[in-house]
């Protein structure tokens, strides 16, 4: 089967589409036309989160394609997250409840926690950003994950959510839930792209039955030698024996390792090739792609702040930031 109409069946039995759309970064007023054109054009797969701050314009699209018929409830996969300031066991449920409200629906088909470190409950509603007097994060270091993870497993007890899992958490992380969890996490999502090829960490996942799906596959602007990800020459040759774009090889190296793959575009016709992943790379195609791996994180454990002189990410002082441990496949 085609990667582009492919799927994964993950641990609760349930199939999720190899080839999502990502809605991170994408603006208000631009997110719900992508998300029709993507729909429209087959895809099957939609990635939201609270803290994108546009699921409410999502969720309109939504209801419009379900009362039009174009596709239905059933055909449709939904993931959304869980935001860091939502992590006490009493503030995960009506979290959940505000996204299945602003989306429009009646239940998630995978929800996922954001992030492992917590922040202080601020606000209402299910995203807020707590600050100090100097500025800095305030942040909740009481609630534990397993805590935030019992939450979760209630949503799936009370129908909310088909299944839930884990994003931007390390392995040992991951590791330590498995030991205490009720329902096994089903599936990882974190930045995974040429030039950041997350093998050992996928690995990991593979051997605990967990799916891995990669944000960021075109690397967001990541560069190596002056090259981003989709102007790279090497993926550019493969392209062009195949006839397709960089970007096209990215994706198919993607999904051709198994890993589910949710670019993000508000340019239509970028949308619609983003799927057209319907071609096989050779063995020595993914060599290839393999050796560009630099294991480079594009920057994104988070913003980055000027802590003692020099950019830190913002939340590396928290005792559960995921990307600081040595030694831990993250």
């Not at 300031?85 to 602003?102: F, G, I, N, Q, W």
């Not at 969890?181 to 050992?200: D, G, M, T, W």
């Amino acid at each position: 089967m085609a990667p582009q109409t492919g799927s994964i069946v993950l641990n609760n039995g349930d199939s999720m589409p190899i080839i999502g759309l990502g809605t991170w970064q994408a603006p208000k007023g631009e997110v719900g036309a992508a998300v029709r054109v993507a729909i429209e054009n087959g895809y099957r797969h939609v990635d939201c989160a609270a803290c994108y701050g546009n699921e409410a314009e999502i969720g309109e699209v939504f209801a419009d394609l379900f009362a039009r018929g174009v596709v239905k409830r059933e055909e449709l996969f939904v993931t959304s997250k869980l935001w860091n300031s939502e992590h006490a066991p009493k503030d995960v449920r009506p979290a959940c409840e505000k996204t299945l409200k602003d989306l429009r629906l009646d239940y998630l088909d995978l929800y996922l926690i954001h992030w492992p470190q917590n922040f202080a409950k601020e606000v209402e509603g299910n995203c807020s950003f707590p600050r100090n007097d100097d500025g800095s994060m305030r942040y909740d270091v009481e609630t534990t994950s397993a805590e935030t993870w019992s939450a979760m497993e209630a949503l799936v007890d009370a129908k909310l959510c088909k299944a839930i899992g884990l994003s931007n958490f390390n392995s040992k992380q991951i590791e330590d839930l498995l030991t205490t969890c009720r329902i096994k996490p089903a599936n990882l999502q974190v930045e995974v792209h040429p030039y950041f090829s997350q093998a050992p960490l996928a690995g990991f996942c593979h051997a605990k039955g967990i799916s891995l799906t990669a944000y960021s596959p075109l690397g967001t602007g990541a560069t190596i030698d002056g090259m981003t990800v989709v102007g790279n020459p090497v993926l550019a040759a493969i392209g062009e024996a195949h006839g397709k774009s960089a970007a096209q090889v990215a994706i198919a190296w993607l999904a051709q390792r198994g890993l589910v793959v949710i670019p993000k575009s508000v340019t239509a016709a970028r949308v619609v090739a983003n799927r057209d992943v319907d071609f096989a790379l050779t063995p020595e195609d993914m060599a290839k792609v393999d050796g560009l791996n630099k294991d480079f994180r594009n920057g994104w454990g988070g913003p980055k702040v000027n802590r003692d002189g020099a950019e830190q990410p913002r939340d590396g002082l928290h005792p559960l930031y995921p990307f600081t441990q040595p030694g831990v496949a993250f």
